[in-house]
């Protein structure tokens, strides 16, 4: 294979997602001890898109957009940060971050199962065989009563579950969808649209906003690499790989994240980690290597 440009960038987007948003699931468990789920999404959501925005015009980027793609975006926004993010992060009240990472883990199969339904597609017999890899680690994650169990567990888990039909529509919908032809540009639409949403839902529901200066300065910090690293950079990362590989490759990204949030919810928060838990990461990784070793293009 011919090392390009193109291929670098797609390398660097694949690491941003693999590693940096594996570590987003330990950042929100931080901050959601002390600030409310919703209002965390929809201040780190807004600053983003604002810092973006001002980014983009610094670079001299256009900015305008047609309705249509106004409208993709803000549905988008919805489908990945509003309800697929912001209901993420409000269930892992209910469970270990990294079992919240690991059921997230079944996102390329629902993935494949939607690109099926909606556009036909086959699915390739390794990329079929990566996702039965991921559906065995989470078995083997899920029948650990030790993280299963625990008051609030099976809304947390149902929560996830429905987190990960949004997200993974979502994909499919942004590989195909009318959109600015700026991967960055459609990340700042995204993201403050849907922080506005987030913010409209958290007064909605009652939540008690609290002032950032009298926030725990854990949560000062896991804010700032949130914004940063996590909605920044690493979804401006996805949505370029969304409109250069097939959806069901970057949704591999929920094998790995879940291997960098056990590890980092264990020696960060002292979450418990078991020998079952090895084993069902090592499975999601060989998950990962069949699925991107398939055959699939983008769909067109």
Known sequence: MKFTRDTLLILLAFFAIYVIWG????????????????????????????????????LQLPLRLTKKQLFNNTLAGFLFLVYGNGVFVWALKYVDSGFAALEASSL??????????????????????????GIIGIYLLVSQNVITTGEGSLIGVLMIASCIVSW???SVFVSRADLHKSYFVNSGYQMLTGGV????????????????LIWETTTLYSMLVLIILGSIVAFTAFNFLLQKV?????????????????????????????????IAAFILLLG????NASKNKKVS
């Open 246 to 278: 097939s959806p069901e490759k970057v949704a591999t990204s929920s094998y790995v994240n879940p291997v960098i949030a056990m590890l980092l919810g264990w020696y960060v928060l002292d979450e418990k980690i078991t020998l079952q838990s090895i």
């Open 288 to 291: 990962v290597y069949f699925i």
């Open 168 to 170: 993974a529509f979502a």
């Open 108 to 133: 390329p199969l629902v993935v494949l199962i939607l690109m099926r339904i909606l556009y036909k597609q086959k699915i390739q017999r390794m990329a079929l065989f990566g996702v039965l890899l």
């Open 23 to 58: 570590s987003t699931y330990l950042l929100n468990k931080i901050a959601v001890a002390d600030i409310p789920p919703l209002f965390l999404s929809s201040v780190r959501f807004i600053i983003a898109g604002i810092i973006i925005f001002l980014i983009a015009k610094l």
């Open 197 to 212: 949403l987030l913010m409209v839902f958290s007064l909605a529901v009652g939540e008690t906003w609290k002032s950032p």
